[in-house]
């Protein structure tokens, strides 16, 4: 299990703590009334994902014993209309957030293990979390 607390300390800024002991902030840039101390939730969203990306590639490849040098992650947030989107369904109107992932892997692989890792590349558990959805229950209380 995963926990995650956060206290808005000034402006939009957060401070975030895990159960394991780190900390980090958030922040949301000045254009919108942040102070810009630190990435936008957009952006942790996206780190998360590609550290989960990097990381699962990496102990794939190790535990095969493959010759995995480098995983470079880029992923891309953006909102666009669905008309502009081929892999969207059809219980989707006007907008749609949507994520490009783009991977590249180094490494002196065969065409067998190149493609592996392709598909491995989509299947980090945060990937799969994201792209199944989420059932989030909501519990606010006023102290």
């Known amino acids: 299990m995963s926990i995650i607390t956060a206290e808005l300390t000034e ?3 957060v401070q975030l ?3 394991s002991g780190h900390a980090w902030r958030a922040d949301e840039p000045e254009d919108v009334g942040g102070t810009d101390t630190g990435p936008n939730p957009y952006e942790l969203l996206l780190g998360a994902l590609a550290a989960c990306t990097t990381i699962t590639l990496s102990m794939y490849a190790q535990r095969k014993g493959w010759p995995l040098e480098r995983v470079e992650v880029r992923y891309v947030h953006d909102r666009v209309h669905v008309e502009d989107c ?3 369904e059809e219980r989707h109107r006007g907008y749609v957030d949507r994520v490009v992932n783009e991977v590249t892997i180094h490494g002196d692989l065969d065409e067998a293990q190149r493609e592996r890792l392709a598909r491995v590349a989509a ?3 945060v990937h799969k979390t994201l792209e199944h959805g989420v059932h989030i229950v909501d519990e606010v209380s006023f102290a």
């Open 11 to 13: 402006g939009y800024a």
């Open 17 to 19: 703590r895990s159960s």
């Open 86 to 88: 081929e892999d969207c």
């Open 123 to 125: 299947s980090c558990p």
